[in-house]
């Protein structure tokens, strides 16, 4: 068996990537196994090295990295130079904070002395999607790391090409061998090594259907999960909003690598007063983006990962137009090679639509309007996701409150789009996922919280 790797905006074959099998899978799993065994007991400062040399390497390699990302999945190269340069910053605070973050924990009681220590767990199987290729493992990968793990990868097929760029950047940071591995296996070969007992814990960020399947397996032998997962953010502009402000940071939000983004905004929720304005700014600014080979310019938006992906996001389309949806912009196929979808926007986007109950994946925005402020908030909950959301207001303390206390979801953002910070725990609730990532609460995930009582 073999994963062929393919240009999503000719349509071109990359490269044939043979898979491994469940005995040479289960002989890389000892590797890291053995591995970690030394590597646990390695002291901080010498892991905090190599996270750094690790930032360095990605800041040296950044231009092959963005290269690899626009041939194999479509971002736009500027976007994906960004992307290498946010990992190296994850390894940057990773290495500066991971020694405070895991020291003991004192907790006075009647003991001469109590603690909490924080222990590695093992080895941590990642499974990782493609549409941020190098961010979604290394804001795990660089925590998991200094926490003393080691870290088995199985990699979206499509993105094989970075995958083992970043295995070689790992080894180059002068990381000892075996402690960051790539998978290139079939599901019933990860499966099984969910299965194995070197397996401490998984994480996953992917599509809520994926979720569910790897937390069943590992719920059968009880292993730790962390899932982050689709998401269908609402933004709601409420009547005093800045509509300059709200109108950019929807769309920007929106058109962040193609669309293609658990967090962007999907539904845009606006109050009846001012919804028409709105979606005229909206309307004019997603007009004005580009879309095209991201090796043959500078575009906005590269083309989807897949075609397989981009067929599904228009049939969502279509169906949300047959149930009273307005086609506002795009939402039809271009012709000719690749896998492009052109900057849509639907408004009067109805209860029943998909536009709606759905995520879209891909650079479709849906307007919503609600009737006043508190129908906007019951519009943004009425949804099986809770990743992220924001809210645009004058008002900062009315913001502050409807974020901190009325929006069902992991991140609430007033007056910005909503963004992953290595200073700030990422994650979801609903069927957007459980468990977080990044900040104190990322890298206390894949230890053990270990009490210690001494009379």
């Known amino acids: ?77 500027h976007e994906g130079r960004s992307e290498m340069e946010k990992c190296a910053w994850v390894c940057e605070y990773f290495a500066e904070k991971g020694t405070k973050f895991l020291a003991p924990q004192p907790f006075p009681t009647e003991a001469a002395n109590s603690f909490v220590a924080f222990e590695p767990l093992g080895v941590i199987l990642s499974i990782m999607p493609w549409n941020f290729p190098f961010w979604q493992v290394f804001r795990f990968a660089a925590p998991a790391l200094m926490a003393g793990n080691t870290v088995m990868l199985k990699h979206a097929p499509n993105v094989t090409g970075c995958a083992q760029l970043m295995t070689r950047l790992v080894k180059d940071a002068g990381f000892p061998p075996d402690l960051f591995e790539l998978l290139v296996a079939e599901l019933d070969v ?35 999960v962390v899932l982050e997962l689709g998401g269908s953010d609402p933004y709601l502009i409420l009547a005093d909003a800045d509509l300059d402000l709200a109108a950019n940071a929807c769309v920007t939000s929106r058109l962040i690598n193609s669309g293609q983004s658990c967090i962007a905004a999907k539904r845009f929720i606006v109050v009846a007063p001012i919804a028409a304005a709105f979606t005229q700014k909206v309307l004019e600014l997603m007009n004005n983006k580009t879309f095209g080979d991201p090796m043959a310019g500078r575009f906005d938006i590269g083309p989807m990962a897949r075609k397989d992906l981009r067929d599904e996001l228009h049939h969502q389309v279509e169906e949300s137009v047959a149930v009273g949806a307005k086609r ?20 009067d986007v109805p209860l029943n639509a998909p536009a709606f109950r759905e995520e879209l994946f891909g650079p479709v925005a ?51 789009f909503v963004r992953s910070d290595p200073r700030l725990p990422f994650g979801g609730v609903k069927d957007s996922g459980y468990g977080r990532e990044l900040s104190i609460f990322g890298i206390r995930e894949f230890v053990n919280v270990k009490t210690i009582w001494i009379d």
Not at 4 to 9: C, D, E, K, M
Not at 45 to 63: H, I, M, T, V
Not at 392 to 408: C, P, S, V, Y
């Open 366 to 416: 849906s307007i919503i309007t609600a009737k006043d402020e508190a129908d906007a908030i019951a519009l943004a909950n009425q949804s099986p996701y809770g990743l992220g959301a924001a809210v645009f207001t004058a008002d900062r303390a009315r913001g502050r409150e409807i974020a901190t206390k009325q929006l069902n979801v992991g991140a609430c953002f007033v007056n910005s």
């Open 328 to 347: 506002l912009l795009g939402g039809t196929l271009p012709p000719g090679p690749g896998c492009y979808y052109p900057p849509t926007l639907l408004g």
């Open 190 to 224: 990860v499966s099984d090594i969910i299965a194995q007992p070197q397996i401490k814990a998984v994480t996953l960020t992917g599509s809520t259907r994926a979720g569910r399947a790897v937390a069943e397996t590992a719920g059968r032998h009880l292993k730790k």
């Open 1 to 77: 068996m073999a994963f062929t790797s393919v240009n999503p905006a000719t349509d071109e074959q990359l490269a044939v990537y043979p898979t491994i099998n469940r005995d040479q899978a289960l002989a890389v799993l000892d590797r890291l196994d053995h591995a970690q065994q030394k590597w646990c007991n390695a002291s901080f400062e010498k892991r905090s090295r190599c996270l750094l040399e690790l930032a360095k390497q990605l800041r040296d390699n950044a231009e092959e990295g963005a290269r690899l990302m626009a041939l194999e999945m479509g971002k736009p190269l």
